[in-house]
């Protein structure tokens, strides 16, 4: 990703934190007139893989993506296939199996099933999947994320009144129920 930091609606240093917490191996640049050291310090720190200030010449600017995706070529891929309850997920192709069905999924679909299945380990709050699969405020008061649940769990449950890949912990919100 080449990253404006002065972006008109959203920050560039928040884009950035919230593609580095989405897709940790995607190299970012960011390219800005802000050039100060405390400026590149805090776009590095907030996830930057490089930061370039105008003004630039173009052969630095592509030596500097050839570089970063030499880096990239080594870092092993997310996984992309999942399995849970017999149920196959291709979530490069946003695509489920069952059996010999296949079952379309939406990028967001996907995005809440990444998400969860990176953080299997415990429960996932309703707010953080807003801001982490929608881009929207954690505070936002919507029944996005459950009608969304709900959905998806018609889509890819053996029995959608017993989930088992998407599971509700109460007060809090979901987790990866899949072993």
């Not at 709050?125 to 459950?146: C, F, H, I, N």
């Amino acid at each position: 990703i080449l990253l404006d930091l002065m972006l008109p609606k959203l920050d560039g240093i928040e884009v950035c934190q919230r593609v580095r917490k989405a897709r940790p191996g995607l190299p970012i640049l960011m390219l800005t007139a802000r050039g100060a050291e405390e400026d590149k310090v805090r776009g590095l720190k907030c996830g930057a893989d490089d930061y370039v200030n105008t003004p630039f010449g173009a052969r630095e600017l592509l030596a500097r993506i050839e570089a970063l995706g030499r880096r990239v070529k080594t870092v092993p891929a997310e996984p992309e296939l999942l399995t849970a309850d017999d149920c196959q997920f291709d979530l490069g192709r946003c695509e489920a199996s069952r059996g010999r069905k296949i079952i379309p999924l939406t990028p967001r679909e996907c995005g809440m099933l990444r998400w969860l299945y990176r953080h299997r380990a415990r429960a996932v709050a309703r707010g953080e999947l807003l801001e982490q699969v929608w881009g929207a405020s954690p505070d936002m008061e919507t029944r996005t994320v459950d009608v969304t649940v709900a959905n998806l769990r018609h889509k890819i449950a053996r029995d959608p009144a017993d989930p088992r890949i998407i599971v509700c912990v109460n007060g809090i919100g979901y987790a990866w129920g899949g072993k």
